[in-house]
């Protein structure tokens, strides 16, 4: 059974870009969560998708924004690209939206 | 507001012995909670979790405890291993707000067991 998979492992992006983030759900799970974790913090909400409709969203302003496919993968993007947003950008899926989430291994997000 | 709290950013212990990892939360409409571990370089690993209607739960070495009246859970391994050295996040969720089911992370502990 295939884990969570994220996409690309590692970025680096200037101030103002956009940037486009891949997950895919493991086998079966048609929830998926996204979380941001700034370096020495723990990981922040940042949405939740479940059967394709957003079911969820934590303090991040709308230059976020997310996708979740017929597959149950998922996206997300995130525009006007801010020095803040270098950080650790991690997926979780579930089996239902109120099952445990299981971690991807994350990408790396580096704003110059 | 930091609504999960880890106040302990690292703890070291001898292979063989218990390792306790802490934490408090603040928001009475918690339910659920996990820990999960971390490696570098990887995502957050799920390892137990514990629902409010009980105050104990046991996987192998791991134990989680809940006190609810004092809001504070610990999670015991015992006995501890090497390859127990990780981050470990403490996690909150209230399953049914209409936020969907986030998790609140605490700020992490790492873990060090020396051999």
């Known amino acids: 059974e295939t884990g969570v998979t994220q996409s690309p492992t590692h970025l680096i992006k200037t101030r103002g870009q956009q940037v486009t983030l891949r997950c895919s759900s493991q086998?079966?799970?048609?929830?998926v969560s996204w979380y941001q974790q700034a370096l020495g913090q723990g990981p922040q909400f940042i949405f939740q998708?479940?059967?394709?409709?957003?079911?969820g969203r934590g303090n991040f302003p709308p230059r976020f924004s997310g996708l979740q496919f017929p597959n149950y993968s998922s996206e997300l993007n995130v525009n006007a690209l801010e020095l803040d947003d270098s950080a650790l950008y991690l997926c979780?899926?579930?089996?239902?939206?109120?099952?445990?989430?299981?971690f991807g291994p994350g990408t790396r997000l580096l704003v110059l | 507001d930091q609504q999960v709290k880890q106040n302990s950013p690292s703890l070291s212990v001898q292979e063989g012995r218990i390792s306790i990892l802490n934490c408090d939360y603040t928001?009475?409409?918690?339910?659920?909670f996990l820990w999960y571990k971390k490696y570098p370089a990887e995502g957050p690993t799920f390892l137990i979790s514990?629902?409010?209607?009980?105050d104990k739960n046991e996987d192998g070495r791991f134990t989680v405890f809940l006190n609810k009246s004092a809001k504070h859970l610990s999670l015991h391994i015992v006995p501890s291993q090497p390859g127990d050295s990780a981050v470990y996040f403490c996690?909150?969720?209230?399953?049914?707000?209409?936020?969907?089911?986030?998790?609140?992370f605490g700020e992490g502990t790492q873990l060090t067991v020396n051999p």
């Open positions: 998708y479940y059967r394709e409709e957003e079911n």
């Open positions: 979780a899926s579930s089996l239902d939206w109120q099952e445990t989430q299981y």
């Open positions: 996690a909150a969720s209230a399953p049914g707000e209409t936020s969907g089911s986030r998790l609140t």
């Open positions: 086998s079966g799970h048609n929830t």
């Open positions: 514990i629902s409010s209607i009980k």
């Open positions: 928001n009475s409409m918690f339910d659920y």
